[in-house]
């Protein structure tokens, strides 16, 4: 199986950008697609990204995702922070033997 | 609308077995496509997916954890139940159900709220 890995933490200021990033460590990233959610302290997890890129409905367009081959990674980026995106970000994928996989996850803090 | 819920014992001795029931709404296990995962996540630590039981009754298991685990579904009562066998303290976490989406099974779509298990004599 493959791990998926994150830093632990990142931090700016509102009305920045960040990024986040999930590398996989064997296997193609492109293999299959990766999923964002995030987890606000006491709450259950919330997906923001499906399918590398995809917004469900409801999710604000300042965050976005893609898949980068070269890096072997996928990347969350909130643009515009605001101080309620404060939580925990997990990436996470899946193999062809129907097994899911979460990485370690990352928090967002504020500077 | 699909909902879930968990429910199981807060309090676990070492080496007892654990079973968590997943109460849901909102669809029907039994309909081609549906499947609802078990994850798992320790104190100030990360997401961990345990297990999956899909609408065909097919059945996965985190590699490192299949001895311990088994997941069945109740059809009748919208239930699905996870059984963790010889609990240790490092399974203190909150244990969650989740909806994988329906036919792609590529994301976990909508959770529970969660449960809290602690392992301690």
């Known amino acids: 199986n493959f791990i998926l890995t994150q830093p632990h933490s990142v931090s700016e200021s509102p009305g920045k950008t960040v990024t986040i990033s999930c590398t996989r460590t064997s296997g193609s990233i492109a293999s299959n697609y990766v999923q964002w959610y995030q987890q606000r302290p006491g709450s259950s997890p919330t997906i923001m990204i499906y399918e590398d890129n995809q917004r469900p409905s409801g999710v604000p367009d300042r965050f976005s995702g893609s898949i980068d081959s070269s890096s072997n990674s996928a990347s969350l980026t909130i643009s515009g922070l605001k101080t309620e995106d404060e939580a925990d970000y997990y990436c996470?994928?899946?193999?062809?033997?129907?097994?899911?996989?979460f990485g370690g996850g990352t928090k967002r803090t504020a500077l | 609308q699909i909902t879930l819920k968990e429910s199981g014992p807060t309090l676990v001795k070492p080496t007892q077995t654990l079973t968590l029931t997943c109460s849901f709404s909102?669809?029907?296990?039994?309909?081609?496509?549906?499947?609802v995962g078990w994850i798992r996540q320790p104190p100030g630590k990360a997401l961990e997916w345990l297990a999956l039981?899909?609408?065909?009754?097919?059945?996965r298991y985190t590699p490192s954890l299949k001895s311990r685990l088994t997941i069945t579904k109740d059809t009748s009562k919208n239930q699905v139940v996870l059984t963790m066998t010889n609990v240790d303290p490092v399974d203190t976490a909150t244990y969650y159900c989740?909806?994988?989406?329906?036919?792609?099974?590529?994301?976990?779509?909508?959770w529970g709220q969660g449960t809290l298990v602690t392992v301690s004599s």
């Open positions: 909102g669809f029907s296990i039994s309909s081609e496509g549906e499947a």
């Open positions: 996470q994928s899946y193999d062809s033997s129907h097994h899911w996989v």
């Open positions: 989740a909806h994988l989406e329906t036919g792609g099974w590529k994301r976990f779509d909508y």
């Open positions: 039981i899909f609408w065909d009754d097919d059945r």
